[in-house]
């Protein structure tokens, strides 16, 4: 078990989100050190390197690993086909690792990695940080002490327009069959399958849209899903990333035998978030007060980068400084990489369910 004083981290991708999220949180850490990052492109790696007083910069993890001896922990957050590989490896050397989602571009890859997380030595994640959300804690700790009632639907979605044609912003790999085994489904839709399963149990069966709505899409742009749950409930999804929403745009309706339980999670809210009860006749019921999230959207990715802290060190009062709610344990909260692979086997069957129309004449 590492020390918290010498907790030696490299960085696998450089992109947006790295650096909007991951490499603020790591490098303000006392006793947290990056010395290392890779990415494929070497000249946004060396920016990135010197913005964040990174002193290592590596064309390739292999190279990277290779030259720095004594690593704890290695994040991912480079496209979906390097996952699995880049997972295997730092496993395989008894390296910790926080994996960007999702977790692979199949469920087989996906249940290979959750076997070999298992017998790991280090501790394991994959990036569904929307867990931390103190809107989504409290309506799990409301479900769980029974004040819903009992589940009838689900509402899930997550969308938002950032590349919306009219915006201007070009498709990255996320939209490239060659890098992404799914588009909106796979990005956004992700996220909110992992809160489903989480809140409410497995999936036992999924129906599929896949729709492509830009001229030059070649993965989905849109995608619904109908969902029916091992425990007896109904579900249903939405995500995309051409659709109006705010950031980032998740919602949650739980409807059930004592009314409605709804969270929001948007930039357009003054707090970000929001958790409401309803009567079923529609008057609204009093909610716990929520922790204000002081860092915006990426207060999420850095409650979960500090809970996967905690789990490596055994730091646990470290790691519950994050909780936001009484009595949620954030080491039940870290995804496993066992829970995500059961994410994927979902992405899954999803992308082959819309093939099942009963056609109208």
Known sequence: MKSTSSIRVAMLGTGAWARRAHLPTLTALPGVEVVACADASPDQAAEVARSFGIPSVYPGLDELLDATPELDLLVIAAPDDVHAPAMRTALARGIAVFCEKPLANDYATATELADLADAAAAPATV?????????????LADLESGVLGDVWLIEVAEHNSQFHPLLGKPMNWKG????????????????????????????????????????????????????????GASGTLLCSWLLTGGYPGIRIRLHTSMGLAEVELSDTLPDAERYVRYHPDGSAIATPELSRLADGDTAYTRRHLMDLLGQLTGDHERASTISPTAGVRPSRTLPTVRQSARVQQVLEAALSAGDHWVHIP
Do not use: K, M
Request: glycine share 8%; aromatic share 12%.
């Open 176 to 231: 490239d069959p060659d890098y992404a085994a799914g588009g909106a489904l796979f990005e956004y839709g992700s996220h909110v399958l992992d809160l489903c399963l989480w809140l409410l149990g497995p999936v036992s069966a999924v129906s599929s849209d896949l729709i492509r709505v830009r001229p030059d899409a070649r993965l989905d742009d849109i995608a619904t899903l109908q969902l029916r749950f091992a425990g």
């Open 127 to 139: 990036g569904y940080s929307f867990r931390y959300s103190p809107a989504v804690q409290a309506l």
